[in-house]
């Protein structure tokens, strides 16, 4: 079945520090992929998103590029911030009557001043 | 604009009770999702309204789920004679348009229950 992997936390970072949160993905077709950050009291919200090979998403400082051969979706930042503190999902999706997300389990990020 | 609310925030129940969960979705958006989360994992999918047709349930755990969305706005999530392991977090999403996917799922805050 569909289903997303990803690296297990927590991560702990120091401020400034390049960030990568590894996920890859198993599924049939050509999903959508998605990172949705939970930040401390909040709710899920989308981060960034890539519909379709080598497509490269990107928000606030992060980046994932879609790469279909090696069916992976890494999270990316070059200098993390006290404020990314927060629990990271990778997520797919087909879209149409299947439009529901899976998710990874998440990674919980923690950086440091 | 207003986001997506929930009630009630929090839910502390007796085993065997029945429960209600309450999803306000963002005015005018078509697909409506819920999802479940257990502690320290990611949501999993339960089932998906687009207006007020259930197209997928696939994902309900078992009979005593049930969910509606009467006139494709507010949607009711009742679970009968809880268990202890219905205890979870459960999410509420909303998207724009027909089936999900591609378009941005905006979530609540969810529902925190707790079976005791």
């Known amino acids: 079945g569909n289903s997303v992997t990803q690296m297990e936390g927590p991560v702990t970072l120091s401020e400034e520090a390049f960030l990568t949160i590894n996920c890859t993905y198993t599924a049939t077709g050509y999903p959508s992929l998605f990172w949705y950050v939970q930040y401390p009291g909040e709710g899920l919200q989308l981060l960034l998103k890539a519909t379709k090979a080598d497509d490269k998403g990107s928000n606030k400082g992060f980046e994932a590029t879609y790469r279909k051969e090696t069916t992976s979706f890494h999270l990316e930042k070059g200098s993390v911030q006290v404020s990314d503190s927060a629990v990271y999902f990778c997520a797919l999706s087909y879209g149409g009557s299947q439009g529901n997300l899976i998710f990874g389990k998440g990674t919980k990020l923690s950086v440091k001043p | 604009g207003a986001g997506v609310s929930q009630s009630p925030r929090y839910k502390v129940a007796k085993r065997g009770q029945d429960v209600a969960l309450r999803c306000d979705p963002i005015s005018g958006h078509v697909s409506l999702f819920w999802y479940q989360q257990a502690l320290g994992q990611g949501p999993e999918f339960l089932t998906y309204f687009q207006n007020e047709a259930q197209l997928d349930k696939s994902g309900l755990p078992s009979d005593r789920f049930f969910a509606e969305r009467p006139e494709g706005s507010v949607s009711t999530l009742k679970i009968q004679r809880t268990q202890q392991e219905d205890s979870a977090v459960y999410l509420c999403?909303?998207?724009?348009?027909?089936?999900?996917?591609?378009?941005?799922?905006?979530f609540g805050p969810g529902t925190r229950l707790t079976v005791l």
């Open positions: 999403a909303s998207s724009k348009l027909a089936g999900g996917g591609v378009d941005t799922q905006y």
